[in-house]
């Protein structure tokens, strides 16, 4: 083992829990998203949860835009797998309805809702029913006063308005609060909650919000939350994707592995092909890896390698592994080969080689 310490040490925060998920101190990150159909589908909205969660997701936010939305809520979070976060923004009263429906979280800015009275009346909700309160500072959408000192969303008017939002609810001596401190560039974000990590003790929910469609979006997520996840900071993530929240998930699951701050779910590794390869590794790879997510939720590693020059050595490494011939494969177990079969076969022959190998270790109780 090396001796070097990629990660710094995780921030010491406060635990806070959104039902039964413990978010902050020494709870593991939690992945979450948001819901993206009408909340007032209740159908609608209960199957995209249950997709999610499907795809590793632990916590889900759904917004409560409008009072038609509040009426259905309860609905909603009594039929949700996973606890739900009511997103409000602005209307006081549709927080207390959202809590009263069951919300594990409340996602709204006191700062914004119109006075200390109606602060007042979301915290003694908040603190009746044992619900925390994210406060969620996004760079596009900041207090007028702060864009004027500041001249634009940089990360200390961000964190300004943060601690201007925390001081109204600790006026009225709430602390279940979690932070995030979203801006739509890596820099920004990461430099806004490396600020605030200086100040409070709060578990923070990291996001790069707006971050782009799947391509752009998962590098930049992946580089805003993996920095700030490598410092240490960082209790709940949320990568956000134009496009299917379930991706959002797994993508979020992957770079708590990437980190090894999560364990859980298989690892695959593949080669990225180059001029030895004698098969069609993209096809292979693709396949396998849709197969294995329905057959393995373990922490067993895979490998695909396209030639018999590299390949053998990293499939020979992983649990089970394939290495690419002329037109064939060599499939290892343990380092071990154990069949030879033609390209047309491969990706069946691998996925029962998977079904059996993770059935025996089952049996063995790993
Ligand atoms: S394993 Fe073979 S095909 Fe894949 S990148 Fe390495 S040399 Fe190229």
Redesign the pocket.
Known sequence: MSELQPLSPRRKTRQIMVGKVPVGGDAPISVQSMTKTDTRDVEATVSQIYSYAGAGCEIVRVSVPTKKAGEVFHEITARSPIPVVADIHFDYRLALVAADGGAACLRINPGNIGGQDRVRAVVEKAGEKGIPIRIGVNGGSLEKELLEKFGTATPEAMVESALRHLELLEKEGFTNTKISLKASDVIRTVQAYRLLAKQVDYPFHLGVTEAGTPFGGTIRSSLGLGILMAEGIGDTIRVSLTGEGTEECKVGHEMLRALGLREGGFRMVS???????QID?NRVANEIEAGLKEIDHTGITYAV???????PG?AMDADLGV??GAGEGLIYRKGVLVRKVKEEDLVPAFLDEARAYKEEMSKAGA
């Open positions: 080669c990225p092909s180059c001029g030895r390869v590794l390698m396209g030639c018999v020059v590299n390949g990293e290495a690419g």
